[in-house]
Nanobody, 126 residues
């Protein structure tokens, strides 16, 4: 299973860091990603990372502001979000798929993850 934490409310320009703990297998056996769902909009992949070799995939809209990273010793994936604006607010979900998948396939929503977290709310006030 996967469990997110770290959501919250910030002013525009602020930062947040989300955490996703993956349990049940070592992180090296997973590809893990962050997805955002804003009200009335389709879910979209934000950033994904291979738990094995750290290969990353970032959506173009967040490339310069968000950084995904992993800590295999803690079985945890992080999403550091900087310079937040109202356009990136929403519920952020962590998802994990077995390592045979690619980071792009996960983030481009071309496959169904094996596990979803319950989500973490990110609110940005202007």
């Amino acid at each position: 299973q996967v469990v997110e934490s770290g959501g919250g409310s910030v002013h525009a320009g602020g930062s947040l860091r989300l955490s996703c703990v993956v349990s049940g297998m070592q992180l090296e056996y997973w590809v893990v990603g962050w997805f955002r769902q804003a009200p009335g909009k389709k879910r979209e992949g934000v950033s994904c990372i291979s738990g094995d070799d750290g290969t990353r995939y970032d959506a173009a809209s967040v490339k310069d502001r968000f950084t995904i990273s992993r800590d295999p010793a803690k079985n945890t994936v992080y999403l550091q979000m900087n310079d937040l604006g109202p356009e990136v607010a929403g519920v952020y979900y962590c998802a994990a798929v077995y390592h045979e998948a690619t980071v792009s396939a996960l983030c481009e929503d071309r496959l169904e993850p094996n596990h979803w977290g319950r989500g973490a709310q990110v609110t940005v006030s202007s």
